[in-house]
């Protein structure tokens, strides 16, 4: 189902948690709404289940107003962080139940409760009730009860924070299997940005209550749309380093170190206080004869087969990996060169991209 979302408002008095909010969910995709916590995900995952009212706005479901439908008539499966599955019931009656309340007749319902459980792993645990689950089969559970009644949207809010981080690369893994497999639309809401990466056909990244960029994961981590964005994707933090640009040379603020950059600089104010954000598998140490700045080596950290460097660069700190042939030592000088890719430029104030 194609889910269109036009002009999104909600305000709560005076608090406005979601403004101005447009995006388009194509049709069979996984789309994560991603941001940190109070940033108005949540509050548009309700707004597209019909549990909030927009302030303004429209929700369209394959070109339908449904922004007045209440949540039994929009044809959604809802996951939430809390399963809320019944205590007193067994899995298989629990997936079922959906189903029970549109009165579908009973062998239908054990049949399909039945299927649901196989696609998700759980057929084994029929009878079980959920305090005999762990959480990685609870989570399955009520996945399948969402999906048993063929939703033609899915919507989960968080639901994998209740779960250990091993089991919630587990899971994250078999929420995307499922999805592909049933072809739903899902939306997928998250506070953690390699979740997001890692599952989602698109991500809407939010701030504020306001839309920052949508887009494929990785066209947000190459091509950011301004400093936020930058910084919330990526581990380790993309590295600040403060300056302005003169031609194509960056000087650091207190004119301790200068260096040219490998991006256009057309465009940029002369002598604008500037932010230049590099990511860390964007410097490396240079070859003979490439150019380069020197960094002082402060400390290093193996990573399996890289190593991760501590510089100090000028007064200024930053974080890089650096292969572990170069054999590099705390107290050394090293010479960094930058890549083109995953270096950009932000005004200080306004985190507007410059390049």
Do not use: W
């Amino acid at each position: 189902m194609l889910v269109e979302m036009r002009s999104l408002t909600k305000h709560f008095g005076i608090t406005q948690a979601v403004n101005d909010f447009t995006v388009t969910l194509p049709d069979g995709e996984l789309v994560s709404l991603l941001g940190p916590s109070g940033c108005g995900k949540s509050t548009v995952l309700n707004m597209l289940a019909g549990i909030l009212k927009p302030t303004s706005g429209q929700v369209l479901f394959d070109g339908e107003d449904v922004t007045g439908l209440p949540p039994e008539r929009r044809g959604i499966g809802l996951v939430f962080q809390n399963y809320a599955l019944y205590p007193h019931m067994t899995v298989l009656n629990n997936i079922s139940f959906p189903l029970e309340i549109q009165k579908v007749p009973r062998a239908e319902r054990m049949a399909r409760a039945k299927a649901m459980a196989d696609m998700v792993h759980v057929g084994n645990l029929l009878n079980r009730r959920p305090r005999e689950l762990s959480g990685g089969q609870q989570q399955r559970v009520a996945i399948a009860r969402a999906l048993v009644k063929n939703p033609q949207l899915l919507l989960l809010d968080e639901p994998l924070s209740n779960l250990d981080a091993r089991l919630r690369l587990e899971m994250r893994e078999e929420i995307r299997r499922i999805q592909q497999k049933t072809q739903v639309t899902t939306v997928f809401v998250t506070h953690d940005q390699e979740e997001a990466m890692s599952i989602s056909d698109h991500i809407a990244l939010m701030k504020d209550g306001y839309l920052q960029q949508y887009d494929t994961p990785q066209e947000l981590y190459n091509d950011p749309d301004n400093q936020f964005v930058a910084d919330f994707l990526g581990s380790p933090p993309i590295n600040h380093l403060t300056g302005t640009l003169l031609g194509s040379v960056f000087t650091l603020t207190d004119n301790s170190a200068s260096f040219p950059l490998p991006l256009p600089a057309e465009g940029v104010p002369e002598g604008k206080e500037l932010i230049l954000a590099i990511r860390a598998e964007s410097a490396e140490a240079a070859g003979q004869g490439e150019a380069h700045f020197t960094a002082q080596v402060k400390q290093v950290y193996t990573m399996g087969k890289e190593e991760l460097a501590y510089l100090m660069v000028g007064t200024q700190e930053m974080r890089a990996y650096i292969d572990l042939d170069q054999g590099i030592t705390p107290g050394i000088t090293l010479p960094i060169r930058l890549k083109p890719r995953g270096v950009f430029l932000f005004d200080q104030v306004t985190g507007v991209r410059y390049q």
